[in-house]
Nanobody, 125 residues
Framework: QVQLVESGGGLVQTGGSLRLSCAAS????????MSWFRQAPGKEREFVSG???????THADSVKGRFTITRDNAKNTVYLQMNSLKPGDAAVYYC???????????????????WGQGTQVTVSS
């Protein structure tokens, strides 16, 4: 059974940092793209950052230069380092895996087959 478990969310002040982790189990995802999405209340789920199986990364314009996505295939884990956080970054953050091997991450959440339960990020002004 595939499971994705996020951790690392919490409350941080504007300008602060958080590091999210997503540990996968039940399958080796080293050859699959992994991404982070977020969803704020009343808003659509949106793409944040993604990383391909070979480590190529892509980010939403709103987080470029502030967020970094990395992966550790030996641990079947993806990370999201978030710096210079703003109130607009507050949301529930989800990790997701697209179950097509050797492909790039997709911006469309409908292309992903496996999802974590989400972790809350709150940014105080």
């Amino acid at each position: 059974q595939v499971q994705l478990v996020e951790s690392g969310g919490g409350l941080v002040q504007t300008g602060g940092s958080l590091r999210l982790s997503c540990a996968a189990s039940g399958r080796d995802f080293s050859t699959y793209p992994m991404s982070w999405f977020r969803q704020a209340p009343g808003k659509e789920r949106e793409f944040v950052s993604g990383i391909s199986w070979r480590g190529t990364t892509t980010h939403a314009d709103s987080v470029k230069g502030r967020f970094t996505i990395t992966r550790d295939n030996a641990k079947n884990t993806v990370y999201l380092q978030m710096n210079s956080l703003k109130p607009g970054d507050a949301a529930v953050y989800y990790c997701a895996v697209k179950s097509v091997r050797y492909t790039a991450p997709s911006f469309n959440y409908g292309d992903y087959d496996y999802w974590g339960q989400g972790t809350q990020v709150t940014v105080s002004s």
